[in-house]
């Protein structure tokens, strides 16, 4: 960004050089007009040429005027009656474009005096700032400026540029709802529906339940006719009361009724149900099946509902067990740490008496890697 406002100012400062250089140039012209004209004819003369060097033939459409071309008929056209010879615009034209430079001229005069702006990269910096931290005030992010990063700037400076929010300024600021759900991670459970076609066009509905804080897949289930009691059961069989889970996210379909709230909440769990269209507030549940659909589905076709579940059931225990997770740094959702032998002085050679063993997972769709001894 710093780089975009220096060329803006370059662009800027080029500009100006070019219309200083056109209007010397003019008034050189009529300097060497000669000394027996008088200066209304000299600026006559001059403004005539002007407005030809606009055409580039005669019966064509004029070109543009430049700035520096209409700065230079303005100054001329106060020598001499222009009425009789302005042919390229009216004259109300040229009396907005002398009114246009003296509006430049008054900006130009009236400009902030004072203290200089802080650079555009740092304001940018401190509205990030404020908007990631939301209870940091302007003496915070500046002592955090000064101390972190060695950039001293007032906190009355940083007051400035702010950005205008109506939760700054109360005594208790409200968290943005990915930093709860990140806090909170361990603790809660997500769960939502989607639909699986098969051969013959018969449409099933999956429900999945996942762990935030682990990305496991704790309970997977099908059905063609998808109920609040159906629904309600399948969270009997998630919560067993022996789980820390103290939240439960789901949508507002009115599948998940008061019925199966009130019981859910009977269990200890508190509900939180998701804003009207957005997704993005079950963003880890929707990522997970979105994964299952690029993963799997996208490249089989359940012939049943049998068959569907056996897919599914497969898959998720691959997801579970043998899958790297990114966002677990990479990790495996189960959390099984995997000891490995001792290597040789290169850590790209596998170990001498290992092998690497590779199991096909939805008959080669995947495959998982382990190392296995050699038989001696």
């Not at 004209?37 to 606009?54: D, M, P, V």
Request: glycine fraction near 6%; aromatic fraction near 8%; proline fraction near 6%.
């Amino acid at each position: 960004m710093a780089f975009c406002g220096a060329m803006t100012l370059t662009s800027a400062l080029l500009r100006i050089a070019s219309l200083i250089s056109s209007l010397l140039k003019d008034a050189g012209r009529l300097a060497l007009l000669g000394p027996w004209s008088t200066i209304a004819l000299k600026a006559e003369n001059l403004f005539l040429r002007k407005q030809l060097a606009l055409y580039v033939e005669r019966k064509i459409k004029p070109r543009r005027a430049d700035d520096a071309t209409r700065m230079s008929l303005v100054l001329h056209s106060k020598f001499f009656r222009l009425k009789e010879i302005l042919t390229v615009v009216k004259p109300e034209t040229l009396i907005g474009w002398h009114r246009k430079a003296f509006r430049l001229f008054w900006r130009w005069k009236s400009r902030p005096r004072g203290r200089p702006q802080i650079p555009i990269g740092l304001r940018q910096l401190i509205i990030e700032m404020a908007r990631n931290n939301p209870t940091w005030g302007e003496e915070r992010i500046a002592a955090e400026l000064l101390l972190k990063l060695g950039i001293r700037v007032s906190p009355r400076t940083v007051r400035r540029y702010l950005p205008k929010d109506p939760q700054r300024g109360r005594s208790v600021p409200s968290q943005r709802w990915m930093t709860f759900v990140r806090n909170h991670a361990q603790a809660i459970v997500a769960c939502d529906f989607f639909i699986a076609v098969t051969a013959t066009f018969r449409i099933l509905y999956v429900f999945v339940v996942m762990e935030i804080g682990t990305r496991r897949i704790i309970h997977l289930n099908l059905t063609a006719n998808p109920t609040a009691e159906w629904t309600l059961q399948q969270f009997r069989e998630v919560i067993t009361g022996e789980q820390p889970y103290r939240f439960i996210i789901h949508d507002r379909d009115s599948i998940y009724s008061s019925t199966v709230d009130s019981t859910l909440r009977s269990s200890g769990l508190a509900v939180l149900k998701t804003p009207f269209r957005s997704p993005q507030a079950n963003a880890f549940c929707e990522r997970l099946i979105g994964t299952i659909r690029r993963e799997c589905l996208n490249y089989l076709i359940p012939l049943s509902d049998r068959h569907l579940r056996s897919i599914l059931k497969e898959w998720a225990a691959h997801y579970n067990q043998g899958r790297p997770h990114s966002n677990l740094g990479p990790g495996i959702p189960d959390g099984r740490a995997t000891a490995f032998p001792q290597r040789g002085t290169s850590r790209y050679h596998l170990p001498d008496d290992h092998r690497v063993v590779a199991k096909p997972i939805l008959c080669g769709l995947h495959h998982e890697y382990r190392l296995a001894k050699v038989a001696a």
